[in-house]
């Protein structure tokens, strides 16, 4: 079974910082590419920051300079750094696991966490 579970959301006020981390388990997770997407109500998803097998990084240009994500593969773990944050940060945030190549990680599924909520009170 694949689980992926996020945590360290919570409420902060402008100018704080929060670090997410999203646990996986049940892959192989260094064959996945890891993204932190959000969703602010009545919004879509977009997508925040993702770093590929080979660490890669890419950042939305409304978090650049302020949000870094980076992962642990010896803990099948990866982590959303966010600093200098905003009220328009609010919004649940998912951890999503998406296989870089799915010939090797035998797999065309994408994964993904149950979200977790981050508040940015002004």
């Known amino acids: 079974q694949v689980r992926l579970v996020e945590s360290g959301g919570g409420l902060v006020q402008s100018g704080g910082s929060l670090r997410l981390s999203c646990v996986v388990s049940?892959?192989?997770?260094?064959?996945?590419?890891m993204v932190w997407y959000r969703q602010a109500q009545g919004k879509v998803r977009e997508l925040v920051a993702d770093?590929?097998?080979?660490?890669?990084?890419r950042l939305a240009d409304s978090v650049k300079g302020r949000f870094t994500i980076s992962r642990d593969d010896a803990k099948s773990a990866v982590f959303l750094q966010m600093n200098n944050l905003k009220p328009e940060d609010t919004a649940v945030y998912y951890c999503?696991?998406?296989?870089?190549?799915?010939?090797?990680?035998?797999?065309?599924?994408?994964?993904w966490g149950q979200g977790t909520q981050v508040t940015v009170s002004s």
């Open positions: 770093i590929t097998n080979g660490g890669s990084i």
């Open positions: 999503n696991a998406d296989p870089h190549d799915h010939i090797v990680a035998g797999s065309k599924n994408i994964y």
């Open positions: 049940g892959i192989i997770f260094e064959n996945y590419d």
